[in-house]
Each structure stands twice: as structure tokens, then as C-alpha cells.
């Protein structure tokens, strides 16, 4: 089962990558697990363990580093937010 | 309650009156417009500010940001509108707009919304000079800003 991932702002201009799907591997199960496992790639991606305060939302809503992810979620990284 | 993500300007005029129309209950209108800040990259002036959000998540967010003060407050309407792409320095970027029977409802939910717009909306500002391009980093001042309505929560 896939999961859909976006990224934003300076993390998306840092990866080169706005969006992709991404086959879940039966282990990860959280957010801080699915960071390790594309961090895994190597550079750029270890952009997404060493940013400071980098934030996760998953399906939409703000999510901490221990929020579940399952097959289907729509699970977004980027920096805190500055609007306004 | 209305919100509205848009690359075009707004009339905080037009907004008041649409708001406002047909209605003889309202007894108190606080509005607050955010406007990009002309400012130094460097030693570059900025030529421009790129918003950038979250479709989707973005309406949702500011949904719940303004359900909260509904729930918070006795509020009669709100309106915002959040401007996203680039824009010049001196242009409008944010309008809030809360009518309620008294200021002191309008005065707090308008400062209410705004402080939870800035730090859990997904928006992400960066700012573009002649040569360079940096994106703007939040500030612990924001976040702190929220504590006081947590505070006065309990």
C-alpha cells in the first residue's frame, strides 16, 4: 500500500521534490519512523532528521513525531509556518 | 464564517460592507490587515515577498482557528482572506475581519486570530532580493504570543 508525501517551502526547494508516492514499508508506523527511512537515502534527503524544528502534518492536521501513519495517509514535511 | 485563500487583492471596504449588509445587529467591527514590510536581504533591498501554502490543509486549519473563537467568543461574523504568490512590498497580505455586538469580543477574537494564523496555519514566506532568495524563519515571539490565550484559559 502507498503512502502520498508533499513537502514545502525551503525543505521542498532543498529536496528538489514537491510531492511523491511511496510504497510503505509494513514497519514504519510513525511519522519519526518514515523521516529515518528517507533520510536513508542520503543527501539531501537527511535534510528531513538534521532541520531544526521541521513539522509534520498527516492528512492534513498538524501531527507530532509519535502520530501514526498508515497505508493511504497523505503525509506532508515542512518548516514551521510564517504567515500572515 | 468565511475564509478565502487568493492570489488577488482585497478591498477591506468591500469586505465590510458585504459583511455588514441588511444587518442592524452588529454593535462592534475590528478588522486587522497584514501588509508586506519593505525590508533588507543583505544588503539588497527586497523586490518582492513569495507566499507559498498548503492547499487543502490551509482552509481546514484556518476553519478550525476560526471555529475556536467562535466557540471562544460571541462573534456575529468572520470574515479572512489570505493572499498567497508574490507580492510587492507595501501590498496587503492578510485580512481579518470579526464583527461582534461588543469590542471587546471583536478586539480579542481578531488578535486571537490572527496569533493562531501565524504559527499553525501552513503558510510559508520567502523573501526575494535582486540577487538572493531567503526564506523567513518564525519567530519565538509568535509562538509565545499563543501562550497568553492558553493561560487565560484555565
Known amino acids: 500500500m502507498?503512502?502520498?508525501?508533499?513537502y514545502f517551502a525551503g525543505l521542498r526547494e532543498?529536496?528538489?521534490v514537491a510531492t511523491?508516492?511511496?510504497?510503505?514499508?509494513a514497519e514504519i508506523e510513525t511519522v519519526?519512523?518514515?523521516r529515518e527511512l528517507l533520510a536513508a537515502r542520503g543527501a539531501p534527503w537527511t535534510a528531513l532528521v538534521t532541520t531544526k524544528n521541521l513539522r509534520a502534518a498527516v492528512n492534513q492536521e498538524m501531527a507530532g513525531q509519535d502520530a501514526r501513519v498508515h497505508a493511504g495517509d497523505e503525509v506532508a514535511f515542512f518548516p514551521p509556518v510564517t504567515g500572515g | 464564517m468565511s475564509v478565502t485563500i487568493q492570489v488577488a487583492d482585497f478591498d477591506c471596504g468591500q469586505e465590510i460592507a458585504a459583511m455588514t449588509k441588511g444587518r442592524d445587529d452588529i454593535g462592534a467591527l475590528a478588522s486587522f490587515i497584514g501588509l508586506v514590510r519593505a525590508d533588507t536581504l543583505g544588503t539588497e533591498n527586497i523586490d518582492s515577498m513569495q507566499l507559498e501554502h498548503y492547499p487543502g490543509m490551509t482552509e481546514k486549519a484556518l476553519a478550525e482557528i476560526v471555529a475556536a473563537a467562535e466557540k471562544r467568543w460571541m462573534l456575529q461574523s468572520v470574515r479572512v482572506i489570505h493572499r498567497v504568490g508574490k507580492l510587492l512590498p507595501g501590498e496587503q497580505i492578510v485580512l481579518v475581519l470579526v464583527a461582534a455586538s461588543h469590542r471587546g469580543a471583536a478586539f480579542a477574537?481578531?488578535?486571537?486570530?490572527?496569533?493562531?494564523?501565524?504559527?499553525?496555519?501552513?503558510?510559508?514566506?520567502?523573501?526575494?532580493s535582486e540577487h538572493y532568495g531567503?526564506?523567513?524563519?518564525?519567530?519565538?515571539?509568535?509562538e509565545m504570543a499563543l501562550q497568553r490565550w492558553q493561560d487565560a484559559e484555565k
Open chain 1, 2 to 6: 502507498h503512502i502520498h508525501l508533499l
Open chain 1, 14 to 16: 532543498v529536496l528538489g
Open chain 1, 20 to 25: 511523491e508516492t511511496l510504497e510503505l514499508p
Open chain 2, 134 to 142: 531567503q526564506w523567513v524563519e518564525a519567530r519565538d515571539k509568535d
Open chain 2, 109 to 128: 477574537a481578531c488578535e486571537f486570530i490572527m496569533d493562531f494564523l501565524k504559527t499553525r496555519a501552513p503558510f510559508w514566506k520567502k523573501e526575494v
Open chain 1, 32 to 34: 519519526a519512523g518514515l
